[in-house]
Nanobody
Framework: QVQLVESGGRLVQAGGSLRLSCSSS????????ISWFRQAPGKERTFIAA????????YYPDSMKGRFTISRDSAKNTVFLQIANLRPKASADYYC?????????????????WGQGTQVTVSS
């Protein structure tokens, strides 16, 4: 079992950048692949990026390449999501997810463990 806590969401102007964090206090965190998703009001949750347990492999759906960078600091039990050149349509709740399997498909729906989300709002 793993508990996830997201942070870093805030109001930001269009064109700006943001770094979100997904942290856990448990030792088991290092055994999980971690993914990021986002969900805007009234829309489905969308898969953004994933990183494997070692931090050596990453996966981005084609539609997300170029705008997001996922990274992992195992010493800090934290996975980061860097978002560049934010646009208003990126406004959403962003969630991290833990899975024992590393996803390699754009239609990935997430593993068993979810954080509570962090809100990102991009103003025009």
């Amino acid at each position: 079992q793993v508990q996830l806590v997201e942070s870093g969401g805030r109001l930001v102007q269009a064109g700006g950048s943001l770094r979100l964090s997904c942290s856990s206090s448990g030792r088991s965190f290092i055994r999980y692949a971690i993914s990021w998703f986002r969900q805007a009001p009234g829309k489905e949750r969308t898969f953004i990026a994933a990183i494997d347990a070692s931090g050596e492999s990453t996966y981005y759906p084609d539609s997300m390449k170029g705008r997001f960078t996922i990274s992992r600091d195992s010493a800090k039990n934290t996975v980061f999501l860097q978002i560049a050149n934010l646009r208003p349509k990126a406004s959403a709740d962003y969630y991290c997810n833990a899975d024992t399997q590393f996803p390699r498909a754009s239609d990935y729906l997430g593993g068993h463990y979810w954080g509570q989300g962090t809100q990102v709002t991009v103003s025009s």
